[in-house]
């Protein structure tokens, strides 16, 4: 299903002209070398581009489309056709003071400079065209050993022996644009298939079977020249005596084009996102900007490349709750427009498929919706959302004190499935931010400063609880009307803490740091020793309240106020519980947050009432 799937995307990209007919690929090319219908080298043309970002600029190798260059090892590597390093079409070798290690490498760039010469003279010796007659004309008087003496390769000699791709030119032409040479190219191909022929897993016809499939660049981890997707090298990989591509029985055709497809979307960033250790590709079977911008945003978060404001996409959401259009960009996408999404990751020399998922692109949306609200939590100002999106909350799993800032390789995936697929979120996730929570200590003093309890862990523990566990009553902001005793109790701590802050206002560590995970875990152990601090806390403020002569504002009278309420919403026959368990411990730290985030909101305002406002809610 998979590879149908890319082969089909491929076929969408053939027809659009987005990619090269089979026996061709895209390379980044350096120089192309003007010749003479004799072969004299005329001139050479320097074709990179420099390329602007982040306030830098940088040289690129032009993308042109040419013949073919499969992967190549070996002490002999064979010559690529028409396109190639300089070793290989001019026989330069790269300098090196070392006497015997400078002529090993003269003698192995005369070796595949005579390798590239044995190639053009057998795949264009006899064609009657000019440019063919001209390439091989070039192969056949071209002294390597002269090469770095040539006045036309002086002025880019080091960059041309740098190593970078060149081609050939002829009559202002690139050869590998002549529809002889190229037709040539391609029936040279063909007849040379002499794999087992049989039926097309993908296609479902009978063709040649690929015997080796393409190289998959791109993914993060995986091996710099490429990793396969399917693969069959070890004798306990194969199966009833078929051996490599015969255990998956693949046309060439079909072989070329899902590995055309995934290469493209991978090398897209349009179309790609890395999470953790996971490559995730996308796309549909109408493919427009709207779809690639949209989903972006959708899986990297509000910003970036495309500004979308939370209104905007909320806005986009309603549309689809009430059934209307699905609008972007001024564009209509389609409810149901099949959608892919592939998360592959590295398996030394092979990719694993984390996941694929395909499906309507509206359910899909409809999916990230769902998840949005569960996760929608108040956050501090200085947050640009409300929703953090997927990398925020795996980043939020990760240590600050680790040098490797990388969160569980598999949790990137099993998220993504959770969410495109509106399952149950992993508990891992949960774990893990509880783990971290109980870990570490607030640093007001790092720069950043760092909190043990953010917003992203708040919203995975809100979203965890309401997907998992069905609590129902939890909203973005403190629910009062809450009764469950984790909460109410999460709440009290947080009330307790402000007292303390509001008698001790340059106060270096609070209750928080001291008695947070004790009081989260087993919070009878140190509630009455916090009942009698805060008492202590609200006699000396009913004391500042007395003796203030100016009736600056005082927060006494809500917060006493505030702590009876609390306090009567507990069951006094139960008492406080000695123990709570993880999904009361999450409770207990939501609690805190959204009592401690509401109390933030309110508090500029407040600061600003006089004494004879006291009696009113902080």
């Known amino acids: 299903m998979i590879l149908q799937a890319l082969a089909k995307h491929y076929q969408m990209m053939a027809e659009a002209g987005e990619a090269p007919r089979r026996g061709w690929c895209p390379v980044g090319v350096s120089f192309a070398l003007e010749i003479a219908a004799d072969g004299a080298l005329r001139r050479v043309y320097d074709l990179r581009e420099e390329q ?60 595949r400079f005579a390798s590239a010469k044995e190639l053009h003279e057998k795949m264009l010796g006899d064609l009657d065209a000019p440019a063919a007659q001209a390439v091989v004309a070039f192969f056949r008087q071209w002294q390597p050993e002269q090469a770095k003496m040539h006045p036309v390769l002086a002025e880019f000699l080091p960059d041309i022996a740098a190593g970078g791709n060149v081609v050939f030119r002829f009559q202002g032409r690139f050869v590998q644009e002549d529809a002889a040479i190229a037709a040539r190219w391609e029936r040279t191909l063909t007849a040379q298939e002499d794999d ?64 055309m497809a995934l290469n493209a979307l991978l090398a897209d960033s349009d179309h790609r996102q890395i999470l953790g250790d996971t490559a995730v ?71 694993s498929v984390r996941f694929f998922l395909q499906g309507a692109f509206g359910d899909f949306l409809q999916h990230v919706k769902a998840h949005r609200e569960r996760a929608a939590i108040a956050m501090p100002p200085r947050k640009p959302w409300t929703s953090p999106p997927l990398w925020a909350w795996l980043q939020a799993t990760v240590s600050p004190n680790v ?24 508990a891992s996730l949960y774990e893990q931010v509880l783990l971290r929570i109980h870990a570490e200590i607030d640093d007001t003093e790092a720069r950043p400063p760092h909190y043990k309890i953010t917003g992203e862990r708040a919203s995975i523990i809100k979203a965890y609880l309401m997907k998992n566990k069905k609590r129902g009553e939890l909203r973005m902001k403190l629910n009062e009307e809450i009764t469950d005793p984790a909460y109410v109790l999460g709440r009290i701590f947080s009330l307790r803490e402000g007292i303390q802050r509001a008698v001790n206002p340059n106060l270096n560590a609070t209750i928080k740091d001291r008695y947070f995970d004790v009081a989260s875990t087993t919070p009878a152990r140190v509630f009455p020793i916090l009942e009698h601090l805060t008492n202590h806390h609200l006699r000396k403020l009913a004391r500042l309240a007395r003796d203030d002569k100016k009736k600056t504002y005082n927060p006494y009278y809500s917060y006493e106020r505030q702590m009876r309420e609390l306090m009567g919403m507990l069951d006094a026959s139960k008492g406080i519980p000695k123990t709570l368990n993880a999904e009361e411990q999450g409770m207990f730290i939501l609690g805190y947050y959204q009592q401690t985030q509401a109390r933030y909101e309110k508090k500029s305002d407040k600061e600003a009432e006089t004494a004879g406002t006291m009696s009113e809610e902080e």
């Open 52 to 111: 602007h970002s982040d306030k830098k600029t940088a040289v690129r190798p032009r993308r042109m489309v040419v013949p073919d260059h499969p992967p190549r090892s070996g002490k002999k590597p064979p010559a690529y056709f028409l396109c190639d390093t300089s070793t290989y079409f001019l026989g330069l070798a790269e300098d090196e003071e070392n006497p015997a290690k400078a002529e090993k490498k003269r003698q192995d760039a005369l070796q």
């Open 196 to 259: 087992a022929q049989g039926i097309c897993l993908v296609t479902g016809k009978e063709g040649s079977i690929a015997r080796l499939h393409p190289k998959i660049k791109g993914v993060p981890g995986a091996q710099v020249s490429g990793a396969n997707l399917v693969s069959f090298n070890t004798e306990s990989s194969n199966s009833y005596g078929h051996a490599q591509g015969a255990n998956a029985p693949v046309s060439e055709d079909a072989s070329f084009a899902y590995g």
């Open 281 to 351: 590709v996308y796309w549909a079977e109408q493919e427009n900007e709207a779809v690639q911008d949209l989903t972006s945003i959708l899986m990297g978060g509000v910003g970036g490349k495309n500004i979308m404001t939370e209104a905007s996409l909320q806005g986009l959401f309603q549309n689809l709750v009430k059934g209307r259009p699905i609008r972007f960009e001024a564009a209509e996408i389609p409810y149901e427009n099949p959608f892919y999404i592939l998360g592959l990751s590295p398996n030394a020399a092979r990719l």
């Open 403 to 426: 040098s490797n800032k990388s969160p569980l390789p598999i949790l990137a995936g099993s998220m993504t499935v959770a969410i495109l697929k509106d399952a149950l979120y992993p």
